[in-house]
């Protein structure tokens, strides 16, 4: 189930909700404008990523390769924090 405020709801590999809210996804659109119709690249980063590294502080970098895209052959990342209490959030890509 998904608020007003949140576009959906996606299961990380450690089985913890991610929420990709409407805020979250205009401000990554606003600082990566490449990105405006990928939005399903990104929840399918963080649902099945070929990879995933720990940030610097409490953060998480999933990264997926994707052989078909507008452009070329592309690597995603999608930097996100898991948090018990709220599932969490994308931060930027």
Known sequence: MTSKDTIE??????????RLT????SHITEHHD???GYQ???????????????G????????KQ???TVIS???????YKE?????LKIMDL
């Open 83 to 87: 948090m018990e209490n709220d599932g």
């Open 22 to 25: 409407y805020k979250q996804w």
């Open 66 to 68: 994707n052989q078909k």
């Open 34 to 36: 490449y990105m405006a």
């Open 73 to 79: 052959q592309k690597c995603v990342v999608v930097v």
């Open 9 to 18: 709801i996606i299961q990380s590999k450690n089985n913890i909700p991610i």
């Open 40 to 54: 399903d690249l990104v929840i399918e980063t963080i649902a099945n990523p070929d990879l995933i590294v720990k």
């Open 56 to 63: 610097w502080t409490d953060e998480l970098i999933a990264l």
